[in-house]
């Protein structure tokens, strides 16, 4: 065989090899484990400023260096701990009056705060709101019976095992050596530990429990006020041998910490004048400590687990969630971006089961601090959650959705206090539908047709009855509201969206923007896929849907591209930062009322001109998506592998791209990597997002196509 004919067969035989996917099976061709174990989390850093963590999804816990909250006080925070400071004197809730705005002539109410009412809005803006279940640290002291500081510790060490979810944390303090693991259940919000040492003999190793009243703040790195003793209790309950109940009041809010130790230690009470919410478990004549402490809001009659018990438990759930779903493995790769790109990958899944597989949909900054007082943004839940249909790992996501069919009554009510049809979604909440005032979480739109998204990505994988039953009545009376919504133009015979409206890039004025492109082909989407149930369901097609549908305003155009909505100005110069949400139809939604060769010249256009250090960090995989639907697998890559500040992960895989953690840079990376890997309706062949360069071999095995 001649030397060139062969060099190209062995060329495209090396391309044909280079992406191996398989689709939705129980195949496992991956060395999963040793995916994850090369990334394992390793530090000796004594001031960090993220936390390592451990947790089930419902609740986290973060630690320093010590393996505990000793000398950083992160937080310990759960989906279910929510908390309202007392209303303003002769307030109540239901007299919020909002604000009324002209709506193609006719005054609508929105939830907007008001220069009436500035008390009792600032108090619906920043209650209710996530509190600190509490610290747990270390009281360290050094042979003279003084404090033993940070800068006392010598050859400190840290290690996440991610494939077990133990950490394992040493240093050592006057030279003798102290060993702790730190892990938390996964069936119940219990956090195990175990201590090893001389110094645990020696009483120089205590553990110290502190509580702290909720903070007013938001984007509190370190949560409470532990200065207001008076304003709240802890009330010692229940005490045995080894075990402990201590109930905890905070106004109208009450939870209850029980503890659990196996060796011979007291727990005793601090001062009860300076710190009368603060205690201490004291070990006695032993060198080892372990014991749980578990957090509930209701008092809890079964028996704690013990720490050995919490650390198998740990070790067992957390390596079949590796096992479970998707995988991918680039480490055949000669691009020498593979081994970031896979140590976000990894550490994001980490992340996201730790902080975001809860009860509730997850706040923008997961479990580790109070972002946004810890109110969760509906228009968000696309971010944190769509990748685990994605990565075959549907419970996870499925556990918050109940919210849809619990929210369908007041959203129906908000949509009537409008005058329009059926149900309007909120845009900020908690654990009950009341939204934030604000103008962008009353103007907001591109939200709503998330339940309907939600709702097929269920069908898709799991088709039946019983499917269509659970989201009949949130996909049909949201598509109501939406084609109620979309306001005709007897002028053109159109139906357009908005004024007033706050759209995905949040940078225009809602009085006067109307059309954004993003939102009309979402709305064409949700109404698409409507009908599509009505016919899954044998019954007969909504005629005021089709008509909204076949008269909605095409996606706006300028100059041969298209552009952010329809009247605005100076696009390419004045609005080219935030959000590009028109590159987000054809990528991260699958392109209705899309003309692909317009949509290819304007994202590159965007690739030329945007402003990528003023985005948010969701934006760069949405962009991806967009690339890889397009045809530039390379240019996707580029997009995930972006050198902007806004899309940086640090040690422990907790990203940047908005007030800092910003979890939605995680969730979407684990989504653009699945659509790349996974394909997307239509697409063809193995990894079909990634490059066919020769530089990247790609194994993934058991994704689920994007739509």
Same mark, same amino acid.
């Given at each position: 065989m001649k030397p060139l004919i062969q060099a190209i067969l062995i060329g495209a035989l090396s391309l044909s090899l280079a992406t191996r996917c398989t689709m939705t099976d129980t195949k496992q061709l991956i060395d999963r484990k040793a995916v994850v174990d090369r990334h394992r989390v390793i530090s000796d850093s004594t001031h960090p400023k993220s936390p390592a963590q451990v947790g089930n999804g419902e609740l986290a816990f973060g630690v320093d260096i010590t393996g505990l909250q000793t000398f950083v006080p992160f937080n310990t925070l759960s989906h279910w701990s929510w908390h309202s400071f007392p209303l303003p004197e002769g307030q109540r809730t239901e007299d919020f009056k909002g604000s009324m705005l002209d709506t193609h002539g006719r005054m609508v109410k929105y939830d907007i705060g008001n220069d009436a009412q500035p008390e009792l809005s600032s108090w619906l803006a920043g209650n209710p709101h996530l509190y600190n279940l509490g610290r747990i640290g270390f009281l360290l002291l050094k042979s003279d019976g003084t404090r033993a500081e940070m800068s006392d510790l010598k050859n400190p060490h840290q290690e996440i095992d991610l494939w077990n979810g133990i950490i394992y944390s040493s240093f050592e303090l006057e030279g003798k050596p102290v060993n702790v693991e730190t892990a938390c259940a996964q069936t119940s919000d219990v956090i195990g530990v175990s201590v090893m040492s001389d110094l645990v003999k020696k009483g120089q190793v205590k553990i110290l429990l502190d509580f702290p009243y909720p903070d007013a703040g938001q984007f509190s790195e370190y949560m409470g006020d532990y200065t207001k003793h008076e304003a709240h209790s802890s009330k010692m309950e229940k005490t045995g041998k080894n075990s402990a109940v201590i109930a905890r009041k905070m106004d109208d809010a009450k939870y209850f910490v029980s503890l659990n130790w196996t060796s011979n230690a007291d727990l005793l009470s601090g001062d009860t004048i300076s710190s009368p919410h603060r205690f201490y478990l004291n070990p006695i004549q032993s060198s080892k400590i372990a014991f749980t402490c578990k957090f509930s809001p209701e008092e809890s009659s079964l028996p704690l687990l013990t720490a050995s018990q919490v650390f198998m438990e740990s070790s067992g759930s957390w390596s079949e969630f590796w096992k479970s779903g998707a995988a991918i493995d680039l480490s055949g790769s000669k691009d020498p971006r593979w081994k970031e790109l896979e140590r976000r990958i990894v550490l994001s899944q980490y992340l996201m089961k730790v902080n975001e597989a809860g009860s509730f949909p997850?706040?923008?900054?997961?479990?580790?601090?109070?972002?946004?007082?810890?109110?969760?943004? +509906?228009?968000?839940?696309?971010?944190?959650?769509?990748?685990?249909?994605?990565?075959?790992?549907?419970?996870?996501?499925? @556990?918050?959705?109940?919210?849809?069919?619990?929210?369908?009554?007041? &959203?129906? @009510?908000?949509?009537?206090?409008?005058?329009?049809?059926?149900?309007?979604?909120?845009?900020?909440?908690?654990?009950?539908?009341?939204?934030?005032?604000?103008?962008?979480?009353?103007?907001?739109?591109?939200?709503?047709?998330?339940?309907?998204?939600?709702?097929?990505?269920?069908?898709?994988?799991?088709?039946?009855?019983?499917?269509?039953?659970?989201? @009949?009545? %949130?996909?049909?009376?949201?598509?109501?509201?939406?084609?109620?919504?979309?306001?005709?133009?007897?002028?053109?015979?159109?139906?357009?969206?908005?004024?007033?409206? +706050?759209?995905? &890039?949040?940078?225009?004025?809602?009085?006067?923007? +109307?059309?954004?492109?993003?939102?009309?082909?979402?709305? #064409?989407?949700?109404? #698409?896929?409507?009908?599509?149930?009505?016919?899954?369901? @044998?019954?007969?097609?909504?005629?005021?849907?089709?008509?909204?549908?076949?008269?909605?305003?095409?996606?706006?155009?300028?100059?041969?591209?298209?552009?952010?909505?329809?009247?605005?100005? &100076?696009?390419?110069?004045?609005?080219?930062?935030?959000?590009?949400?028109?590159?987000?139809?054809?990528?991260?939604?699958?392109?209705?009322? %899309?003309?692909?060769?317009? +949509?290819?010249?304007?994202?590159?256009?965007?690739?030329? *001109?945007?402003?990528?250090?003023?985005?948010?960090?969701?934006?760069?995989?949405?962009?991806?998506?967009?690339?890889?639907?397009?045809?530039?697998?390379?240019?996707?890559?580029?997009?995930?592998?972006?050198?902007?500040?806004?899309?940086?992960?640090?040690?422990?895989?907790?990203?940047?791209?908005?007030?800092?953690?910003?979890?939605?840079? =995680?969730?979407?990376?684990?989504?653009?990597?699945?659509?790349?890997?996974?394909?997307?309706?239509? &697409?063809?062949?193995?990894?079909?997002?990634?490059?066919?360069?020769?530089?990247?071999? %790609?194994? *993934?095995? =058991?994704? =689920?196509?994007m739509q």
């Open positions: 997850p706040q923008e900054s997961g479990l580790v601090n109070n972002g946004w007082f810890g109110r969760y943004h +509906f228009e968000m839940t696309w971010w944190h959650l769509v990748h685990y249909a994605l990565w075959n790992r549907w419970p996870e996501m499925d @556990k918050s959705l109940h919210v849809f069919n619990d929210f369908l009554p007041t &959203s129906k @009510k908000r949509a009537a206090e409008q005058g329009y049809k059926d149900a309007r979604w909120p845009k900020c909440t908690a654990d009950f539908d009341r939204d934030w005032p604000h103008p962008i979480h009353a103007l907001l739109i591109w939200q709503q047709p998330h339940s309907i998204y939600f709702a097929e990505l269920d069908y898709r994988l799991h088709p039946g009855q019983a499917t269509l039953d659970k989201w @009949k009545d %949130v996909v049909f009376e949201t598509a109501e509201f939406m084609a109620d919504y979309a306001w005709y133009d007897e002028n053109n015979d159109r139906y357009i969206l908005g004024p007033p409206v +706050f759209i995905m &890039s949040e940078n225009t004025k809602p009085e006067v923007t +109307f059309n954004p492109a993003f939102e009309l082909s979402y709305w #064409r989407f949700g109404l #698409r896929t409507a009908q599509l149930w009505k016919e899954r369901l @044998k019954q007969v097609r909504d005629p005021k849907w089709d008509d909204v549908f076949k008269k909605l305003s095409p996606l706006p155009q300028q100059d041969g591209l298209y552009i952010t909505h329809e009247n605005i100005d &100076s696009m390419w110069t004045n609005f080219n930062f935030e959000h590009p949400g028109l590159t987000g139809v054809f990528g991260m939604l699958p392109g209705d009322g %899309v003309d692909t060769a317009c +949509f290819k010249k304007t994202l590159e256009k965007v690739f030329a *001109c945007w402003n990528f250090n003023r985005v948010w960090g969701w934006d760069f995989p949405m962009l991806a998506m967009a690339a890889a639907r397009t045809g530039n697998p390379e240019k996707a890559i580029d997009m995930l592998m972006h050198p902007s500040p806004n899309f940086q992960f640090d040690e422990h895989g907790l990203a940047t791209g908005g007030p800092w953690p910003y979890f939605p840079s =995680n969730g979407a990376l684990l989504t653009a990597v699945a659509m790349m890997a996974g394909g997307w309706d239509g &697409s063809n062949g193995d990894a079909p997002g990634f490059p066919k360069n020769g530089l990247w071999v %790609v194994k *993934c095995e =058991n994704f =689920n196509k």
